[in-house]
C-alpha cells in the first residue's frame, strides 16, 4: 500500500474516528460527574457518598456532567474542551501529583 492510498484512507474516515473519541470522553467525564452528583452507578469512595453542595467536588461533578453532555451532543466542543482541561489539569497537581507523578500508582 502506497504512502498516497494510506493517507487518502485515513484522511477519508478522519471525521468518523474523531466523533467516536468525542463520544468516548464524553461518556467518560459524564460518568465521572454522575458519580460526584448523582451517587450513579456507585457513590464517591470510601463510603459511596455524593460530594458535598457546593464543594469542590461538586463544583467538578457539575463541570464533568455538563461539559459531557456538550461533548456528547457536539455543542461548543472546542471551549468545553478547554474548561475540562483545565478542571483535568487541577484535580491532577492538587490531588495526584502530590502523592506521585504516575496517576495509576496513586491509585493502588
Do not use: C, H
Amino acid at each position: 500500500m502506497s504512502a498516497t492510498s494510506l493517507t487518502t484512507k485515513w484522511s477519508a474516515i478522519g471525521p468518523q474516528v474523531l466523533s467516536l473519541l468525542r463520544i468516548i470522553a464524553a461518556a467518560m467525564f459524564i460518568l465521572a460527574g454522575t458519580i460526584k452528583l448523582f451517587a450513579f452507578p456507585m457513590g464517591m469512595p470510601p463510603d459511596g457518598s455524593t460530594a458535598p453542595l457546593f464543594s469542590q467536588m461538586w463544583f467538578g461533578g457539575i463541570l464533568e456532567t455538563l461539559g459531557g453532555t456538550l461533548l456528547l451532543l457536539g455543542l461548543f466542543t472546542q471551549p468545553v474542551a478547554f474548561i475540562l482541561a483545565g478542571e483535568m489539569a487541577v484535580a491532577y497537581f492538587q490531588f495526584l501529583a502530590p502523592i506521585n507523578f504516575w496517576p495509576i500508582i496513586t491509585m493502588e
